[in-house]
């Protein structure tokens, strides 16, 4: 499909455990976001990406999240010694340069 | 992180009723968007609103971009049992690309 998607949809894992979660943007969109959902809440900013610019990262809750986008296009967000916290609906999205954002599905994350 | 006041945060309707909700900031925006995220899915954008005071309609749907800049309206007219979800606003200011998003008002609708 045209649209953003994300891999896996549903990742189950032991606390300690490094995860990566997948996100194929829109082709052609050159702006990346993650989103962290918690349960019954908003949507929190954890990363974007902007072409070749360098990441804004400011929403990054802890040094065990990271991101890259590799090549302009796909982007893997990484958290590594998950913590039960880090439960939540991770959300993935794209647009043109400071355009209206066009949402994936989102990963569901439960941390055992 | 910060996020904009959104109420009502639930709701339940009678299908056929309208809705009303809105989001209110601190800070004026010079854009307003309005998703709605359906059970297990990401957000869709209904509608966007980039001028103050402007009205935009989509099917059922009508949003307004407050005068002041520091608010927007959302309405849904008859609704019907598949408007049952969270529906978020989000705002930006000019130039920049970080979005910050409500907290969401969720719909149930009765049949």
């Known amino acids: 499909g045209a649209g953003v998607s994300q891999s896996p949809s549903n990742k189950v894992t032991e606390k300690g455990k490094d995860v990566e979660l997948r996100c194929d943007p829109i082709?052609?969109?050159?702006?990346l976001y993650w989103y962290r959902q918690s349960l019954g809440q908003g949507l929190e900013f954890l990363i974007y990406?902007?072409?070749?610019?360098?990441?804004?990262k400011s929403g990054l809750p802890s040094d065990r999240f990271s991101a890259e986008r590799t090549g302009g296009s796909v982007s893997t967000l990484t958290i590594q010694r998950t913590q039960q916290e880090d439960s939540a609906v991770y959300l993935c999205?794209?647009?043109?340069?400071?355009?209206?954002?066009?949402f994936g599905p989102g990963t569901r994350l439960l941390v055992l | 992180g910060q996020q904009l006041n959104q109420s009502p945060q639930s709701m339940f309707i009678q299908e056929g009723e309208d809705v009303s909700m809105n989001c209110t900031s601190s800070?004026?925006?010079?854009?307003w968007l309005w998703y709605k995220q359906d059970p297990g899915e990401g957000p869709v954008l209904l509608i966007a609103?980039?001028?103050?005071?402007e009205l935009t309609s989509n099917g059922r749907l009508t949003a307004q971009f407050g005068i002041t800049r520091k608010d927007s309206f959302l309405n849904i007219s008859a609704s019907i049992p598949s408007d049952v979800g969270i529906y978020f606003c989000?705002?930006?200011?000019?130039?920049?690309?970080?979005?910050?998003f409500g907290t969401g008002t969720r719909l149930k609708v009765l049949a």
């Open positions: 989000a705002g930006t200011t000019s130039g920049t690309y970080k979005y910050i």
């Open positions: 990406f902007q072409g070749n610019s360098a990441p804004d």
């Open positions: 999205a794209s647009s043109f340069p400071k355009e209206t954002q066009y």
């Open positions: 800070s004026i925006f010079n854009t």
């Open positions: 082709s052609g969109h050159t702006a």
């Open positions: 609103l980039y001028k103050a005071g």
